[in-house]
DNA sequence: CTGAAAGCGCTTACAG
DNA sequence: CTGAAAGCGCTTACAG
């Protein structure tokens, strides 16, 4: 079936393709056509059920009404959550998104992202990894709107909308330190990632400021690129090796799923032979028994503030980057309880 | 900056912009363009950081490589992991994919997706809500490749991937029996949506089979579009009325994770005072104390053939609709264990 | 071996 | 109040 264009509505309608073109843009009463007019074309293309081509719209205007967000794990409880949020807010000022998942592939996130580059959209919502860098300074050259999610990098002067990661590492361990816990493991990711450096340093000041010792085997970093199965592996190694922990802060969604399954294997009770606490918080941990405490994003808040820092650089051509950092909250439940006397 | 066009390389390289265009679609061999001139050609386009306008190569070729996913809700486990698969399987063959959701919001939901149809992506891989139908026919008319998964619509002859979601209720039911449970409930959603009726006709089969009586009472129906805080509402009723039930079935990953998050409510033990069986995999599910059994769904399978299906639609212009029922599979764990004589 | 030209479907200055 | 025409950046039959 050969798909009906402004033509086929300008022909049944006797008017030119300018006139169609200009009636179903809404511009009708602006440019003074007559209302029978316009009333005419448009039950023509409902009935001949028009729909324009993006493709030649796009080619024509440089417009989609498109935002395209980024993220690596599409199937990540937070990125989920986020896209929601994102896709309610964008809908809301009449722009649809498309995700894309890079993956997290080393070369193929390039990849991935350079093609969805390619698809020109208005604007980009990414959550990067450090391997996305050079796609991010193209899109920076090519003066394309983004704004970074999650994590940013140091040395890019992008708008962004991020966590006080130093703080919700910090509060944790603050938390711990009140319910009586003093030898606090912290298992993370081995990568540059500046949002783990920050919940490290904010993991480290917190023992310093309730003078309780930093030993460096206390840290556990995870490569990032790990497999689930050699995570789980490594955290199950770790946590037995250091039999004189109190307790633990995974400083990621994923870590602390994969950590809940360590601590099972290793028949260790949450809460009881060890406290627990989480980044993020996940469906799992609130309804586990017993639930997790755990550093909560404000979801919402960096999906809304993304969206409205992106609008504002596609249409009012604002162009100084903003930079929007949100506070976590601690949800304090019941894999924090007083560490009893032992 | 102005984006490099065809025309920047033509000139800058001093042949015509027929020549850039056949040697940067890889067809300089076929046509006989000398080695040095596509060299010269690709240097060119690589120093000018060329990419292609996908709006001008789209309107023109009416290709353009990109699958497009639609769900209901992104933020769900299941769609999470069949976007996962769907975008691996569609990068190897050259494509990429786009998620959307409709959100699930009635009306909404209809201009979510005629917005995303107009994106003109080469097909579709769709998990239907009942009010997509219109759509859906419209994209059955316009001839374009599409593949239904986890739903599909009983009158309409597409192309389907979906589960023998019978069998999944009927061996349930027949787990819970062998286990000692005989006054089994099943939490569902009150819905057109197919699958739910055959996991309600599986229901009771199997009640048929073992000869176990079926009261309607145990039958509670969940209205769709209820916010999660009325599923729990209604879930916490249903329980707390119906006491004399032993174990219960709950007919989606959602609905079962407000169940968990009722019984929990109302202080029922998992295992102890009421067998659980959920539909769906998911962390919580697996991770939670006790374990739950679940009817699992082979999402790989699920998202791979989508995509094959689906491909060869779109590239032998195979018609014939093609319909695949993959079998689920009982993981049991704690949820389901004997039941104790009382 | 290479190029001039048409055309995909739209929008938009410009002219009347 | 309405229309003819140019042009967005590409690809592709066709000609030489």
Redesign the pocket.
């Known amino acids: 079936m050969?798909?009906v264009?402004?033509?086929d509505i300008a022909r049944k309608t006797?008017?030119?393709?300018?006139?169609?073109?200009?009636v179903?843009?809404g511009?009708g009463p602006d440019?003074?056509?007559?209302g029978e007019?316009i009333e005419k074309i448009q039950k023509v293309a409902k009935e001949l059920n028009?729909?324009?081509?993006q493709?030649?719209?796009g080619?024509?205007?440089g417009k989609t009404n498109t935002l395209g967000l980024i993220v690596d794990d599409i199937s990540n409880f937070f990125f989920g959550n986020i896209s929601k949020t994102v896709e309610e807010e964008a809908n809301k000022y009449g722009y649809t998104v498309m995700f894309c998942s890079s993956q997290n592939d080393e070369g193929k996130s390039r990849d991935v992202l350079s093609a969805l580059i390619g698809k020109q959209m208005d604007g980009y919502i990414i959550a990067p990894t450090d391997s996305m860098l050079p796609e991010i300074r193209e899109l920076e050259k090519g003066g394309t709107p983004y704004v970074l999610i999650d994590r940013f990098f140091p040395d890019l002067n992008a708008s962004s909308v991020t966590l006080d990661n130093y703080k919700g590492a910090y509060d944790s361990v603050a938390h711990l330190v009140k319910q009586g816990y003093s030898k606090i493991a912290i298992i993370t990711s081995d990568t540059e990632q500046i949002q783990h450096q920050e919940r490290l340093e904010g993991y480290k000041a917190s023992l310093r400021k309730y003078k309780i010792p930093f030993y460096p085997d206390c840290v556990k970093k995870i490569p990032f690129k790990y497999s689930s199965q050699k995570v789980l592996k490594e955290i199950e190694d770790f946590i037995r090796d250091k039999g004189d922990i109190d307790s633990v802060l995974f400083t990621s969604n994923n870590l602390g799923i994969i950590g809940l399954e360590a601590l099972r294997r290793l028949k260790k009770r949450v809460g009881v032979d060890l406290g627990v606490i989480c980044f993020d918080d996940n469906n799992l941990f609130r309804l586990s028994s017993p639930a997790i405490t755990v550093i909560s994003q404000p979801i919402k808040g960096i999906g809304k503030n993304a969206v409205k820092i992106l609008l504002e650089q596609i249409q009012k051509k604002k162009k100084e980057p903003q930079k929007v950092v949100l506070t976590p909250s601690l949800v304090i439940r019941e894999s924090t309880p007083e560490k009893r006397k032992s």
Chains 1, 2 share one sequence.
């Open positions: 050969k798909k264009s402004i033509k006797g008017v030119s393709i300018t006139t169609v073109s200009i179903l843009n511009n440019r003074k056509i007559s007019m028009y729909s324009p081509n493709f030649a719209k080619l024509r205007t």
